[in-house]
Each structure stands twice: as structure tokens, then as C-alpha cells.
T-cell receptor, first 115, second 118 residues
Framework: AQTVTQSQPEMSVQEAETVTLSCTYDTSESDYYLFWYKQPPSRQMILVIRQEAYKQQNATENRFSVNFQKAAKSFSLKISDSQLGDAAMYFCAYRSGGSQGNLIFGKGTKLSVKP | GAGVSQSPSNKVTEKGKDVELRCDPISGHTALYWYRQSLGQGLEFLIYFQGNSAPDKSGLPSDRFSAERTGGSVSTLTIQRTQQEDSAVYLC????????????????FGPGTRLTVL
């Protein structure tokens, strides 16, 4: 079975600084997707970024980028120029490439942003 | 236009009562998922719908939990004889299915229903 591990329950960053959230996963599959979702206090899970396993290039979305190390099964999220609105729970998630595609989540990292 | 909507936003019920939670997916999304988020267990997959069919119910924690989807749109998650351990946030997500591959795409989530069982 696939598992996702987020080893940092809480992280803190100064506004305008850069922070990296860690995620590792375990799978024997070769076809899969990885995601980072953000969950603010409103509870709405918001997609931050996604990575297809077959792509070697790391995904980027504005201030958000990932470091995808397939051999090491690592998928970290880097947030540059942190903003107060980035404060939230961040969840790393794995999805098999098959048709069903339910998500397997890590336990989450609570990110605080200090003004 | 909308995103995924869920109702009610919050539900408080007494132990032993039945509850129904509703999910209205994004229009055109044929795949629908239910997840449960609790302090102890984190985020868990409950059930997946493709159209009105539920090919995977493996995540439902007990036979007190059931779900249906009608018209390929709205889904209802029903919990019978609620227990205190059912207290959690229930999240719904939907996605499109890509062409002939049958693969689902990125999941978009609703705001969830917070269920409290007293």
C-alpha cells in the first residue's frame, strides 16, 4: 500500500522569506501523481501544485515550486516570498495513475507566517 | 459557478440519530469522492463514484455508512445510528474523467461538513 509521510507537524516562516515543506512517499508503482493542497481555517482544500511522476521537470506555480526526487521518493514544496495569506495546513497527497485516483494524504504541516 | 458545494456546513446531532450530508459537484464532473478528516486519523478516503456507480466503497468504516449518487450529480452520505467517533469533517471532491482513458483528473474540494455527535 502507498503511504505519504510529512515529518514536520509545524513550520514557521518570516514574511517575505522562503520555506520548504517536506514530504516523502512509498510506492511500488511507476505511474502516479503527487499534489500539495492548502487548507486554511475555512476548511476548503485548495490545490497548490501537482506533479506527474513521469515528468522530470519540477512543477512551478508562481511562488510555489516543488523538488521532486523520484528515486528518493521525495516531494518537497518551496514557498518563496511568503505572505500572510500562505498561513494554513499543507497536505501532501499521492494518487495512483489508474482510473479511480483517490488521494492518499500525509498528516499535514501547519505553516505559520510571521509579519 | 461554481465550485463543489456541501450542506450543511455544520451538523450537531445526538448519538444514535441518523444524518445525511450532501455534496453538489462541479457541473460536468463525473467522478466524485468522499473523504473524512478527523484529528486522530487525518484524511481518509471513504468512497468513489463514477457517474452513479460506486466501484470502490472500501473506505467506508462500517455498515452504518452508505452513500448514493443520483443523476450523475448530487451525492448523499448517510450515517445511521451515529457514534461519537463519527465526529469529523466530511469532505467531498469532484473531478473530470479524461476522454477514453477513464483517468480522473485533479480533484476539487468542497468546504466540508463538520459533524459533531454528542
Amino acid at each position: 500500500a502507498q503511504t505519504v509521510t510529512q515529518s514536520q507537524p509545524e513550520m514557521s516562516v518570516q514574511e517575505a522569506e522562503t520555506v520548504t515543506l517536506s514530504c516523502t512517499y512509498d510506492t511500488s508503482e511507476s505511474d502516479y501523481y503527487l499534489f500539495w493542497y492548502k487548507q486554511p481555517p475555512s476548511r476548503q482544500m485548495i490545490l497548490v501544485i501537482r506533479q506527474e511522476a513521469y515528468k522530470q521537470q519540477n512543477a512551478t506555480e508562481n511562488r510555489f515550486s516543488v523538488n521532486f526526487q523520484k528515486a528518493a521518493k521525495s516531494f518537497s514544496l518551496k514557498i518563496s516570498d511568503s505572505q500572510l495569506g500562505d498561513a494554513a495546513m499543507y497536505f501532501c497527497a499521492y494518487r495512483s495513475g489508474g482510473s479511480q485516483g483517490n488521494l492518499i494524504f500525509g498528516k499535514g504541516t501547519k505553516l505559520s507566517v510571521k509579519p | 459557478g461554481a465550485g463543489v458545494s456541501q450542506s450543511p456546513s455544520n451538523k450537531v446531532t445526538e448519538k444514535g440519530k441518523d444524518v445525511e450530508l450532501r455534496c453538489d459537484p462541479i457541473s460536468g464532473h463525473t467522478a466524485l469522492y468522499w473523504y473524512r478528516q478527523s484529528l486522530g486519523q487525518g484524511l481518509e478516503f471513504l468512497i468513489y463514484f463514477q457517474g452513479n456507480s460506486a466501484p470502490d466503497k472500501s473506505g467506508l468504516p462500517s455498515d452504518r455508512f452508505s452513500a448514493e449518487r443520483t443523476g450523475g450529480s448530487v451525492s448523499t452520505l448517510t450515517i445511521q445510528r451515529t457514534q461519537q467517533e463519527d465526529s469529523a469533517v466530511y469532505l467531498c471532491a469532484s473531478s473530470v474523467v479524461r476522454g477514453t482513458s477513464g483517468r480522473t483528473d485533479t480533484q476539487y474540494f468542497g468546504p466540508g461538513t463538520r459533524l459533531t455527535v454528542l
